[in-house]
């Protein structure tokens, strides 16, 4: 299954899925992140891109910017740096949506990450 995160999308399907994040899927941290990083298999529009941290008791912790680091092609990676702010200890999902920037299609998903607290991975779910 790591083997599916980690290889690129075969050709045929080129959509923009995440290849990985920092922090990683089930990760837990001795001290809150001031960012994520998304990295894509291929490159996405930033402006219909959408990441959502969702801390313990539903409270929403909103990126304060994202920006995008991309290749000189739409077909090469790219990472979403998303900053955030200060994050109390506890256990945070992230949920993630963003458009292909070279088939203009929609994918999105979810990882989870803990600071100072366990948390488990997000089960991986095999786009359609």
């Given amino acids: 299954m790591l083997a599916a995160i980690l290889l690129p999308a075969a050709?045929?399907?080129?959509?923009?899925?995440?290849?990985?994040s920092n922090p990683a899927d089930g990760a837990t941290l001795t001290s809150a992140p001031r960012q994520l990083?998304?990295?894509?298999?291929?490159?996405?529009?930033l402006t219909a891109t959408r990441v959502d941290v969702i801390g313990d008791g539903g409270h929403h912790y909103?990126?304060?910017?994202l920006r995008l680091i991309a290749?000189?092609?739409?077909?090469?990676?790219?990472?979403?740096?998303a900053a955030?702010?200060?994050?109390?200890?506890?256990?945070?999902?992230?949920?993630?949506?963003?458009l292909s920037a070279d088939d203009l299609?929609?994918?999105?998903?979810?990882?989870?990450?803990?600071?100072?607290?366990?948390?488990?991975a997000s089960p991986f779910v095999e786009p359609a």
């Avoid at 909103?62 to 910017?65: A, E, G, R």
């Avoid at 299609?105 to 488990?120: D, S, Y």
């Fill in 62 to 65: 909103t990126p304060t910017s």
């Fill in 84 to 98: 955030i702010p200060a994050l109390p200890r506890g256990a945070y999902r992230v949920s993630w949506q963003t």
């Fill in 37 to 45: 990083r998304l990295a894509f298999s291929e490159s996405v529009v």
């Fill in 105 to 120: 299609h929609t994918t999105r998903g979810v990882f989870t990450f803990g600071v100072r607290q366990a948390v488990q």
């Fill in 11 to 20: 050709a045929a399907q080129a959509h923009a899925y995440l290849a990985r």
């Fill in 71 to 81: 290749g000189e092609s739409t077909e090469d990676p790219a990472q979403v740096v």
